[in-house]
């Protein structure tokens, strides 16, 4: 593998560190002015300023020149459902037409109209559309990825969604971090049974996913009308002792569920969403380091209120945010306009932003110790921008700036003409 040297970056910016970042911490960026970075095999060698190429013989490396442009950690999408079978695209004008999303779930639209879908898509076919996705990720300066199953909800096409990441994984793209998430719904099958449909899951399922290695984590919608609380402790305890990571869909349509609550009681990595959260589900998420994963652009998709990050970070908390592409409620991979949303109606700011995208999205995922910061002996993870400073990616909203992305040592983008 090619050594790289990243040079005259008009900065480069990035948390610093190998834990979620709480509160205010999560404002403390290292930001150096005429920035460098030295890549080694998979690894980041050296960071620093003009100093660090003191000696250095340039030719033997591939030299990446971001005079003008802004060095970043690579970006961490955390919350993802990027394989599924077929689209939804006129429940999106049902919804521009006034009709809400719960009310398309409860006629039958929603995660179950997706699954008929998903059941039909070959491994294959995931593969060929899996590749499209990954790319566009990739364009926007994601290096890491997480994707959950959750669109098949039988044993057959829930193991086929997270074949279909093992393969993507072994392809030397970017990295993604599978989840099994089989109570992601109740299926047609186990109507008005969810209980039995946990113990599928556990019994049925989860065994064999474990046994193949295909998931890290387990994940559940906890939810009015999909899993309650004990079914959700019940799921989530059985697939910790299992030796599964764990994260929750929490507090994301009706408050007062409880959601967050039980996401500080286990002690999960991330519960996500949290548009409908309690101050008590913001205290108990932080006083056990839970990070909250949030998803401005279903929120936008689904006209709801946004998540209280403001309220969240002044109280302490550690959030990262991430895209939630799937194909019902959320059919966008676009970091521009989450960092928009994140900043113009959350109320972050942009320094929060950029942690929340890297260094808290690795934490997400378990990764912090390996990814999220431009560090030595970290993976090589770098995204580069064609703007003079990290605000520049809220100020010009909305417009892709990426121009280059390597994730762990390879390169996995790279805009025309630009270098
Ligand atoms: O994360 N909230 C539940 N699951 C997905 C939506 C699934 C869908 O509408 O297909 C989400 O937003
Ligand atoms: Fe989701």
Redesign the pocket.
Same mark, same amino acid.
């Given at each position: 593998m090619k050594s790289y040297l990243f040079k005259n970056a008009s900065e480069l910016v990035t948390p610093k560190g190998t834990a979620l970042k709480k509160g205010e911490e999560m404002r403390e960026l290292t930001v150096i002015p005429n920035g460098c970075v030295i890549t080694e095999g998979n690894r980041i060698k050296a960071v620093g300023g003009p100093e660090i190429l003191q000696g250095l013989d340039e030719a033997e490396y591939i030299v990446i020149d971001c005079t003008g442009k802004t060095i970043m950690p690579g970006l961490v999408d955390s919350h993802t459902?990027f394989i599924f079978g077929g689209y939804r695209a006129e429940e999106f004008n049902w919804r521009l037409n006034g009709e809400s999303y719960i009310s398309i779930m409860e006629r039958g639209g929603?995660?179950v109209a997706?699954t008929k879908a998903t059941r039909a898509t070959s491994l294959d076919e995931f593969l060929e559309v899996g590749r499209k996705r990954l790319r566009s990720f990739a364009n926007f300066g994601v290096t890491t990825v997480e994707g959950k199953s959750g669109y098949g909800l039988d044993k057959e096409t829930e193991l086929r969604q997270l074949e279909a990441m093992a393969r993507l994984n072994q392809e030397d793209w970017i990295r993604i971090v599978p989840t099994y998430m089989g109570p @992601?719904e109740i299926p047609a099958e186990f109507k008005g049974r969810p209980d039995d449909y946990i113990d599928f899951c556990l019994n049925e399922v989860l065994p064999e996913v474990k046994e193949r290695g295909l998931a890290t984590f387990c994940d559940i919608?906890t939810e009015k009308g999909v899993f309650n609380i004990e079914q959700s402790r019940k799921f989530l305890t059985a697939a910790r002792e299992a030796g599964f990571g764990i994260r929750m @869909?929490a507090d994301?349509l009706f408050a007062g569920f409880g959601g967050a609550e039980l996401a500080g009681e286990l002690k999960v990595t991330s519960a996500d969403?949290l548009l409908k959260i309690s101050e008590e589900g913001i205290k108990a998420m932080r006083d056990n380091n839970v990070c909250g994963t949030l998803?401005p652009l279903?929120a936008f998709s689904i006209k709801a209120d946004y998540a209280p990050a403001r309220k969240m970070v002044d109280m302490g908390m550690g959030v990262a945010l991430a895209t939630?592409l799937?194909?019902?409620?959320?059919y966008s991979e676009s970091i521009p306009l989450l960092i928009a949303l994140s900043t113009i109606y959350m109320g972050l700011r942009m320094e929060e932003v950029v942690t929340a995208l890297t260094l808290n999205g690795a934490a997400a995922l378990g990764l912090a110790e390996e990814k999220g910061s431009l560090e030595a002996g970290k993976l090589a993870d770098i995204a580069v921008f064609d703007v003079p400073n990290h605000q520049f990616l809220t100020y010009h909203f909305g417009v892709n700036e990426c121009v280059y992305t390597m994730s762990e040592g390879r390169e996995v983008y790279r805009k025309q003409d630009i270098f």
């Amino acid at each position: 593998m090619k050594s790289y040297l990243f040079k005259n970056a008009s900065e480069l910016v990035t948390p610093k560190g190998t834990a979620l970042k709480k509160g205010e911490e999560m404002r403390e960026l290292t930001v150096i002015p005429n920035g460098c970075v030295i890549t080694e095999g998979n690894r980041i060698k050296a960071v620093g300023g003009p100093e660090i190429l003191q000696g250095l013989d340039e030719a033997e490396y591939i030299v990446i020149d971001c005079t003008g442009k802004t060095i970043m950690p690579g970006l961490v999408d955390s919350h993802t459902h990027f394989i599924f079978g077929g689209y939804r695209a006129e429940e999106f004008n049902w919804r521009l037409n006034g009709e809400s999303y719960i009310s398309i779930m409860e006629r039958g639209g929603g995660i179950v109209a997706s699954t008929k879908a998903t059941r039909a898509t070959s491994l294959d076919e995931f593969l060929e559309v899996g590749r499209k996705r990954l790319r566009s990720f990739a364009n926007f300066g994601v290096t890491t990825v997480e994707g959950k199953s959750g669109y098949g909800l039988d044993k057959e096409t829930e193991l086929r969604q997270l074949e279909a990441m093992a393969r993507l994984n072994q392809e030397d793209w970017i990295r993604i971090v599978p989840t099994y998430m089989g109570p @992601h719904e109740i299926p047609a099958e186990f109507k008005g049974r969810p209980d039995d449909y946990i113990d599928f899951c556990l019994n049925e399922v989860l065994p064999e996913v474990k046994e193949r290695g295909l998931a890290t984590f387990c994940d559940i919608f906890t939810e009015k009308g999909v899993f309650n609380i004990e079914q959700s402790r019940k799921f989530l305890t059985a697939a910790r002792e299992a030796g599964f990571g764990i994260r929750m @869909h929490a507090d994301e349509l009706f408050a007062g569920f409880g959601g967050a609550e039980l996401a500080g009681e286990l002690k999960v990595t991330s519960a996500d969403h949290l548009l409908k959260i309690s101050e008590e589900g913001i205290k108990a998420m932080r006083d056990n380091n839970v990070c909250g994963t949030l998803l401005p652009l279903t929120a936008f998709s689904i006209k709801a209120d946004y998540a209280p990050a403001r309220k969240m970070v002044d109280m302490g908390m550690g959030v990262a945010l991430a895209t939630d592409l799937n194909p019902g409620s959320c059919y966008s991979e676009s970091i521009p306009l989450l960092i928009a949303l994140s900043t113009i109606y959350m109320g972050l700011r942009m320094e929060e932003v950029v942690t929340a995208l890297t260094l808290n999205g690795a934490a997400a995922l378990g990764l912090a110790e390996e990814k999220g910061s431009l560090e030595a002996g970290k993976l090589a993870d770098i995204a580069v921008f064609d703007v003079p400073n990290h605000q520049f990616l809220t100020y010009h909203f909305g417009v892709n700036e990426c121009v280059y992305t390597m994730s762990e040592g390879r390169e996995v983008y790279r805009k025309q003409d630009i270098f």
